[in-house]
């Protein structure tokens, strides 16, 4: 108890020190909190791909060169009894506008056929699934789009496509997916993509009105299966005049993610960063403490206090500090993008920044590794400390 | 008479391990704000040679990009109407470049193959490098009649395969092999990330009869925004952007990250102001009795407060300094070259960082204003000192 009292004295005698070493541990964790929070949305988006045992099928000249919907069946031929194979889904990108709106949509054409066997992660319910089939202009909006745009389950929509014919779809929502890890792409049925098509006189080539997609979904029963038939799909089509590479989902969404900014690798950096200043923040001020305090730690000493205590009472001091500034810099993001206006501020890529509380809980715990880390030294060199020595020295 | 330099010099080195661990703050701050800044320079310098405001580039509409833009041939002839276009000298004819656009998946350099970009791949005529001005060969033209392409600096420096004299397989079927007859250099703007060939040999290989996009130049004194008009117009009917607008759409994406990144970077900045107030507060009250000294010896309180100031702006200095050399040996070590995704383009835009003499100042200056913001108040605290009191106290 008495120590406790000895660490809060300590603690507040000199408000103005403790009050700037908070600010400046709690500014770097609420930096990593953000950062740990975009690379955590784009990780659960990442894992969920590789739980879902997707290939995905392009052409291998590049991904907008399209490959023929027929493609679809011949894939199914190389599993006739569909236990290794459990479904295949080609789509056709056509990106996509809202009218009078800057920012292009992520929207795919799909073969509404095997779109809810092959996505279950969407999460539909039966009678979504049901309205798909049924309409012709159903559209599944990302959670996250549907948001930003205040769609909801029911509306009418209209998307002008950045590709053929160029001309406004309209459509009617039938899901916005709320439990879906893609928050952000819309599908819809390729057949009305390609009814629209074929009433658009003049198809250029390269864009004939039907048959060809942009890349296909394989959803594949086992691990093992995935990589079988990631070289066997490739295998099929060597030589053919299209060409296919094959990846596992992860590494397609991965490419697309680190083709625009590398942000994982960025924020990690940041973050690692940042962690440094705040270490070396606290040690400095922990440094000045003990400095600052020789000859209270001698006399400590000299009353009897061994030198494992000494080291736990700095220790425990410098502990306290980190964690109070780690608190406050996990409460500010957690708080800001949970309660306020701002957890509507799209951010590129995840659109919608998610602070989870394991994430701010996880800072609280380096927040505490950075106090113990800042003390060591200091800690360490007032354990060591010579009584009799210090006490001469000082005035 | 103020007091001299050597004596703020010397008292940093009196607390090592506080001067030590402040600069190493500082140092950590102002390496992530160089290469930042280095980003966004290198990324806007890139950008900027790409904004000529004479040249106007046409989609068709609803394309957001040249890589998902198809024009018909018919369409492209109405731009023929326009009398604004300038003119080649020698041969009268209109400075209207028609191109076509896909693109081609080849390795990085960067990281050994394991990555691959997608590289855009244009096809042109001979008006493009009367419109695309800034665009040189280095060696000889492609030859119109074989199979022949020019590969841009930038894309060369990034992708593999792409030396003088090698073959690289295009079209549909990527069956059609083009042999690389040289290079060609943009002033470092985006086409130079890209591989140009001769538009009808292009078309052929990629079974396309259709125009991805056209660019043209305007004559002398004509209004950019009159012609754009004309062009979305009822007689013609395409999309038109000037050059900048086009790439500051296509830049967006990116921009978002550094806006990002510049907060997050404003946070640390403000969390490295705690860190210098923290350590120049335990400066002035561990020198309170010196402070009193040189007041009876005469310095006035605003020596005494620029005294203070200037040895926070000593520290940031040596922070910043050392946060430049780590940024110059990151960027040496680890690599400078970066390409970044258009926001709809699907190709990549490939450019280096270059820390430039600019870019160093600014950090140095940001870490300047930082070191005095942190030491104002506490250096006015030392200058407030009262004489007799702390004398008598200390």
């Known amino acids: ?38 690379i955590d949305g784009l990780d659960r988006f990442l894992d969920n791909s590789a739980k879902q045992m997707r290939l995905v099928v392009v052409n291998r000249a590049s991904i907008i060169n399209p490959l023929p919907s027929g493609y679809r069946v011949k894939i199914e031929s190389l599993d006739p009894t569909h236990s290794r194979i459990t479904s295949i ?78 001309t406004p779809m309209e459509f009617n929502i039938v899901s916005t997916a709320p439990d879906a890890e893609d928050k952000i792409t819309n599908f819809f049925r390729l057949d009305y993509l390609e009814e629209e098509l074929k009433k658009v006189m003049a198809v250029p080539d390269g864009w004939t009105p039907d048959g060809w997609v942009s890349f296909i979904f394989v959803k594949c029963a086992t691990k093992q299966d995935l990589d079988y038939y990631r070289k066997a799909i490739d295998e099929m089509f060597a030589r053919s005049p299209y060409e296919t590479k094959t990846h596992d989902e992860k590494a397609f969404m991965n490419e697309f993610i680190t083709q625009a900014f590398n942000l994982p690798r960025n924020l990690t950096i940041l973050a690692a960063v940042t962690i440094f200043v705040a270490v070396m923040a606290a040690a400095n001020t922990m440094s000045m403490n003990i400095r600052d305090r020789m000859n209270e730690v001698a006399t400590l000493k000299s009353l009897g206090f061994g030198q494992w205590l000494v080291f736990g009472l700095i220790q425990v001091e410098s502990l306290a500090l980190c964690a109070l500034g780690g608190a406050i810099g996990a409460a500010i993001p957690f708080v800001a993008f949970t309660y306020t206006p701002l957890r509507n501020y799209p951010v590129p890529l995840i659109v919608f920044l998610d602070v989870r509380p394991i994430v701010c809980f996880q800072s609280l715990l380096i927040a505490a590794t950075i106090g113990l880390l800042a003390a060591a030294w200091p800690a360490w060199s007032a354990a060591r400390l010579h009584v009799v020595e210090s006490l001469r020295n000082l005035e | 008479m103020a007091l001299p330099l050597v004596y703020h010099w010397r008292n940093l080195f009196v607390r090592k391990t506080t001067t030590l661990l402040t600069v190493l703050v500082l140092a950590a701050v102002v390496g992530v704000f160089t290469w930042m800044l280095g980003f966004s320079d290198s990324l806007t310098r890139s950008l900027s040679t790409a904004s000529d405001p004479m040249k106007i580039i046409m989609l068709k509409r609803g394309a957001t990009s040249e890589s998902n833009s198809a024009i018909p041939v018919d369409e492209y002839a109405k731009l023929n109407q326009l009398t604004e276009i300038a003119r080649d000298p020698k041969s009268g004819q209109p400075l209207l470049s028609p191109e076509m656009m896909v693109q081609v998946s080849l390795p990085r350099v960067r990281d050994g193959g394991k990555t691959w970009g997608n590289v855009a791949l244009r096809g042109v005529t001979e008006a493009a ?77 990629y079974n396309r009869s259709m125009y991805s996009s056209a660019s043209l ?73 010196e402070i009193a000294m040189l007041r009876t010896m005469g310095y006035s309180g605003r020596h005494i407060l620029t005294g203070f100031v200037l040895e926070a702006v000593l520290l940031s200095l040596m922070g910043g300094s050392i946060g430049c050399l780590a940024c110059l040996g990151w960027l040496w070590f680890v690599g400078n070259t970066k390409d970044m995704f258009g926001a709809s383009t699907f190709t990549t835009l490939a450019f280096e960082i270059h820390l430039t003499p600019d870019t160093i100042l600014w950090a140095l200056a940001s870490v300047t204003a930082v070191g005095v913001v942190g030491a104002l108040i506490p250096a006015i605290r030392a200058a407030d000192t009262e004489v007799i009191r702390a004398i008598r106290e200390a």
Request: proline content about 4%; overall charge positive; glycine content about 8%.
């Open chain 1, 89 to 166: 889904c080609g789509m056709r990108w056509i990106g996509g506008k809202v009218e009078n709106v800057a920012q292009p949509l992520s929207t795919l054409a799909t073969q509404h056929d095997a779109y809810a066997a092959t996505f279950p992660d969407e999460k539909l319910t039966d009678e979504e699934i049901e309205a798909w089939n049924r309409d012709r202009r159903a559209i599944i909006v990302g959670s996250a789009t549907a948001r930003q745009f205040g769609w909801k389950k029911g509306d009418r929509i209209s998307i002008n496509p950045s590709v053929p014919p160029y």
């Open chain 2, 217 to 289: 130049r305007l004559m002398d004194g004509a209004d950019p925004e009159k012609v754009i008009e004309k062009i979305k117009g009822p007689a013609i009917q395409l999309e038109a952007q000037t050059e900048s607008q086009y790439w500051q759409q296509q830049s967006r994406n990116v921009t978002n990250y550094l806006l990002i990144t510049r907060l997050l970077v404003g946070v640390m900045s403000l969390a490295a102001v705690f860190s210098i107030a923290n350590t120049m507060f335990a400066m002035v009250a561990g020198r309170t009795r």
């Open chain 1, 1 to 38: 108890m008495l120590h406790l009292v000895y660490l809060y004295r300590n603690l507040t005698r000199n408000m103005l020190r403790t009050g700037l070493t908070c600010a400046a541990v709690a500014l770097p964790i609420t930096i990593y909190v953000l950062s740990a929070a975009v």
């Open chain 2, 129 to 205: 490098f009367a419109v695309h001005r800034n665009v040189k060969p280095t060696g000889r033209m492609f030859s119109l009649g074989s199979r022949e392409v020019l590969v841009g600096l930038a894309a060369a420096k990034q992708f593999a395969g792409l030396k003088e004299g090698q073959t690289i397989e295009l079209g549909y079927s990527a069956d059609r092999a083009y042999t690389i007859v040289g290079y060609f250099s943009a002033d470092g703007g985006p086409m130079e990330s890209e591989i140009w060939g001769y538009l009808p040999s292009l078309l052929n290989a």
